[in-house]
């Protein structure tokens, strides 16, 4: 089964800082899709940004980028110019490829953005 | 659209009280599922559905039943309620059109069972 862990249960920021939020996952797969989700505290689960495991270059959404290190399992995320709209609880998700839609989550990541 | 929908917003049971919690969804996803969030756990599965008729397991799935008799709607009852199942309780949806898709989550279901 796969895991996925995040080392970090809380992390602080100032605004306008950049801020890298840490995430490992264990599988043997080599097909498999990975995520970033961000719960404010309104608790909705939005979708910040999404990884294929088979594409090389590194997603980016705006001022949400990833480094994703396949052969170190490792998928972070990283906030460029914080704003005080980011503080949210952010979940790293794991998901195999095919049609298998099961997503298995860490245990999420709190962040504060400080003014 | 609606999007994922999620009835009641927020519940009180009594232990071995009954309820369903309701899911619905009106993007035509044949793809829906049910999670628990507990506090330093993140958000565990525990039933899903690939289309009407089909459901299966997920990792936690003990005292929950669900069903899936319609595209829109996946219930998720609580047949006789215990403490432990104490938590927020997500729906989320996804079409099977391609292996990318994300999910859409609803706005959950804060539950206490005393």
């Known amino acids: 089964a796969q895991t996925v862990t995040q080392s970090q249960p809380e992390m602080s920021v100032q605004e306008a800082e950049t801020v890298t939020l840490s995430c490992t996952y264990d599988?043997?797969?080599?097909?498999?899709?990975l995520f970033w989700y961000k719960q404010p505290p309104s608790r909705q689960m939005i979708l910040v940004i999404r990884?294929?495991?088979?594409?090389?270059q590194n997603a980016t959404e705006n001022r949400f980028s990833v480094n994703f290190q396949k052969a170190a399992k490792s998928f972070s995320l990283k906030i460029s110019d914080s704003q005080l709209g980011d503080a949210a609880m952010y979940f790293c998700?794991?998901?195999?490829?095919?049609?298998?839609?099961?997503?298995?989550f860490g245990k999420g990541t709190l962040l504060t953005v400080n003014p | 659209n609606a999007g994922v929908t999620q009835t009641p917003k927020f519940q009180v049971l009594k232990t071995g009280q009954s309820m369903t919690l309701q899911c619905a969804q009106d993007?035509?996803?044949?793809?829906m599922s049910w999670y628990r969030q507990d506090p330093g756990m993140g958000l565990r599965l525990i039933h899903y559905?690939?289309?009407?008729?089909?459901?299966d397991q997920g990792e936690v799935p003990n005292g929950y039943n669900v069903s899936r008799s319609t595209t829109e709607d996946f219930p998720l009852r609580l047949l006789s309620a215990a403490p432990s199942q104490t938590s927020v309780y997500f729906c989320?949806?996804?079409?099977?059109?391609?292996?990318?898709?994300?999910?859409?989550f609803g706005p959950g279901t804060r539950l206490t069972v005393l």
């Open positions: 993007m035509n996803h044949e793809y």
């Open positions: 559905s690939v289309g009407a008729g089909i459901t």
């Open positions: 599988t043997s797969e080599s097909d498999y899709y």
């Open positions: 989320a949806s996804s079409p099977r059109t391609y292996s990318y898709n994300e999910q859409f």
């Open positions: 990884q294929e495991a088979y594409k090389q």
């Open positions: 998700a794991y998901r195999s490829g095919g049609s298998n839609y099961k997503l298995t």
